[in-house]
């Protein structure tokens, strides 16, 4: 049997954090923001409160007849539009400035960072957004959010919404309440608001134990991240520093039109949110209820406050991390046609392209084992980096008993690292 939910509410308290960070120094997130206000205007007024932002966007249903939101409007009660859930969950920001931005800004202001003027890392430029890493297409912030700060996530659907307006004294009668809730019941509506800390993508990527012993990135991701950071520091100079804000305060509303939440909704107090441009998969492990999928549109965020802390990278800590993520590199797929052989590596595009390939392997001539070198071509495509080698058959028959190639990448990024931090991965042909 299945019940309309009408509203969901789950908090999640704080919980003791394990991971063990590199320094963090305190940080004014309004110059962040400043910056992203520069890139495109913002959805709402920007000098508003934690609260106007959700009035507006509970003023926005259309879940409500015109006349009963004219109504509510005029008579001054906007303020409670928004649900009493809500409302006792914001109590510590409910006054707060907050400055409304599309979700797409706030992907870029999660892909911010700051360079030193010089190698004392006392002062630093203005902001600055990674501009080519391929998270700036698949970063999902509600996948990585902060595991030790107090958090909830809200979804309701339009009956949920009127059952609410009709209990918060907002001039609805019994009858008027009935007849409007009977019409929302049809809708296909659905609203969610959240609050959440959300990571920096580059935080994410250089600290990989942020959120404790998991790892929210793939490898691939991680790499493109650490790459673009390495490209830009070397542009301005490697004996300056790198500033990353750690987490910003976020809070997210969003409206979709699917169904209507049907049956048992639960989310998991454990681990992170999981809705934004894509969907929302919750599930409860002390076994309260069903899981439930709901696709969202593209959500709007409003970010709280000014204060924040970030951490402090050198060029040693860039490298050191992205030589660790090389090493996890992995030969996704090896074929052969004849002479021809293919080998597909989980790297970014931005490190395929821009190293030398060269494929490394000994052979037996006479009673002397000798290495030969050749150049591999690479290609990359939404599969991976493609590596190409020919070793003709007479070739193949002087291979060593491991019949093994080294790949051995140099250049662009990888130039960087030492002879010893460089990878080397080796493949049995």
């Known amino acids: 049997m299945t019940n309309v939910i009408r509203g969901l509410l789950v908090l999640m308290a704080a919980c003791p954090s394990a991971y063990a960070a590199p320094p963090t120094v305190s940080i004014d997130i309004s110059s962040y923001t400043a910056s992203i206000m520069e890139i495109e205007k913002p959805p709402a007024p920007a000098n508003q409160t934690a609260e106007a932002f959700l009035i507006n966007f509970f003023s926005s249903t259309t879940c409500l007849p015109a006349s009963v939101q004219k109504k509510i409007e005029t008579e001054n009660k906007s303020a409670k539009l928004i649900p009493e859930e809500i409302n006792s969950s914001i109590k510590d920001i409910k006054e707060k400035k907050v400055t409304a931005v599309f979700h797409k800004d706030l992907i870029s202001m999660l892909h911010s960072y700051e360079i030193s003027t010089d190698n004392t890392g006392k002062a630093f430029e203005v902001p600055q957004f990674l501009k080519s890493a391929r998270t700036l297409n698949t970063y999902n912030p509600f996948r990585n959010i902060d595991p030790s700060a107090p958090r909830f996530?809200?979804?309701?659907?339009?009956?949920?919404?009127?059952?609410?307006?009709?209990?918060?004294?907002?001039?609805?009668?019994?009858?008027?309440?009935?007849?409007?809730?009977?019409?929302?019941?049809?809708?296909?509506?659905?609203?969610?608001?959240?609050?959440?800390?959300?990571?920096?993508?580059?935080?994410?990527?250089?600290?990989?134990?942020?959120?404790g012993s998991k790892q929210t990135l793939q490898n691939v991701d991680a790499l493109s991240i650490i790459a673009n950071l390495l490209t830009e520091l070397n542009i301005a100079g490697m004996e300056k520093?790198?500033?990353?804000?750690?987490?910003?305060?976020?809070?997210?509303?969003?409206?979709?039109?699917?169904?209507?939440?049907?049956?048992?909704?639960?989310?998991?107090?454990?681990?992170?949110?999981?809705?934004?441009?894509?969907?929302?998969?919750?599930?409860?492990?002390?076994?309260?209820?069903?899981?439930?999928?709901?696709?969202?549109?593209?959500?709007?965020?409003?970010?709280?406050?000014?204060?924040?802390?970030?951490?402090?990278?050198?060029?040693?800590?860039?490298?050191?991390?992205?030589a660790s993520n090389l090493k996890r590199v992995q030969i996704i797929a090896k074929t052969r046609v004849n002479d021809a052989f293919t080998f597909k590596l989980d790297v970014p595009e931005n490190i395929c392209n821009s190293a030398s390939w060269r494929g490394q392997y000994s052979m037996i001539e006479g009673e002397k084992t000798i290495t030969r070198e050749k150049p591999l071509l690479a290609s990359y495509d939404e599969y991976g980096c493609t590596l190409s080698l020919a070793i003709d058959e007479q070739v193949q028959k002087l291979l060593t008993d491991k019949r093994q190639i080294s790949i051995l990448p140099t250049g662009g990024v990888i130039e960087y690292l030492s002879e010893t931090e460089r990878p080397n991965y080796a493949i049995n042909l």
């Open 153 to 211: 996530i809200y979804m309701l659907d339009c009956t949920g919404y009127v059952s609410h307006l009709a209990k918060a004294d907002v001039g609805l009668t019994v009858l008027n309440a009935k007849v409007t809730t009977s019409a929302a019941f049809d809708l296909q509506q659905t609203y969610v608001a959240s609050r959440a800390l959300m990571a920096n993508a580059i935080a994410t990527a250089m600290v990989p134990d942020l959120f």
């Open 241 to 322: 520093k790198v500033r990353v804000p750690r987490f910003v305060d976020v809070i997210s509303t969003s409206k979709s039109g699917s169904s209507k939440l049907q049956g048992q909704v639960a989310v998991s107090g454990e681990g992170n949110l999981g809705f934004g441009t894509g969907s929302v998969s919750t599930e409860n492990k002390s076994g309260f209820g069903v899981t439930k999928t709901i696709e969202f549109l593209s959500p709007d965020s409003a970010i709280v406050g000014t204060e924040g802390t970030a951490f402090i990278f050198e060029a040693k800590d860039i490298k050191k991390q992205l």
